[in-house]
Each structure stands twice: as structure tokens, then as C-alpha cells.
Nanobody, 114 residues
Framework: QVQLVESGGGLVQAGGSLRVSCAASGSTFSSNAIGWYRQAPGKQRELVGGISTGGSTNYADSVKGRFTISRDNAKNTVYLQMNSLKPEDTAVYYC????????WGQGTQVTVSS
């Protein structure tokens, strides 16, 4: 079973930037499309964006132009670069396989202050 470990979250002021990472165990990571998700307090988990095995990306309208997903298959790691952060981006951020998700990791908290 693949284990997912998200890291890099923190507290940042509105307009700032942050990069979070998702490291995965297991050799199947590189052959899967991966998504970044977030869950704000009292809200359902939502898909922020995803990256294919070939590196193609797509994003939710709410983050398009501000967030960038990349992957390093050699390191079994996916990144989420977040720029021009807004208070409404405050959430716990998770990564997972887009199809047939693995067991969820603990996520990483991102807090954007106004």
C-alpha cells in the first residue's frame, strides 16, 4: 500500500507564496495521475488540481493562474506551488491518486492571514 506524506504547510500572509510537497512510498507512484485536494473547516474536501503521468496539469477555477503542480518521479514527489495566496485558500492540503485513491495522508495545514 502506498503511503502519502504531505509537508511544507505553514502560516503566510495574503499575497504570499508557499510550496507544499507530497512524498509517496512505493514504485507505482510515477505511473499514476495525482491530484492535490484541500479541505477547509466545515467544508467538503475539494480537488484543487491534478497532474498526469506525462506532466499535463489542470486546475480548479479558484486557483488557476496562482497554483502550479509539478512532479519529480525520481523522488516519488509531487509539489504544489501556491502564489498570490488568499485567506480563502486556508485549508488542510492533501494529495492522492485521482482514480481509486489510496489511503489518505495526514495532510499539511496552510493558513493564510489577511
Amino acid at each position: 500500500q502506498v503511503q502519502l506524506v504531505e509537508s511544507g504547510g505553514g502560516l503566510v500572509q495574503a499575497g504570499g507564496s508557499l510550496r507544499v510537497s507530497c512524498a509517496a512510498s512505493g514504485s507505482t507512484f510515477s505511473s499514476n495521475a495525482i491530484g492535490w485536494y484541500r479541505q477547509a473547516p466545515g467544508k467538503q474536501r475539494e480537488l484543487v488540481g491534478g497532474i498526469s503521468t506525462g506532466g499535463s496539469t489542470n486546475y480548479a477555477d479558484s486557483v488557476k493562474g496562482r497554483f502550479t503542480i509539478s512532479r519529480d518521479n525520481a523522488k516519488n514527489t509531487v509539489y504544489l506551488q501556491m502564489n498570490s495566496l488568499k485567506p480563502e485558500d486556508t485549508a488542510v492540503y492533501y494529495c492522492n491518486r485521482l482514480v481509486r485513491p489510496w489511503v489518505w495522508g495526514q495532510g499539511t495545514q496552510v493558513t493564510v492571514s489577511s
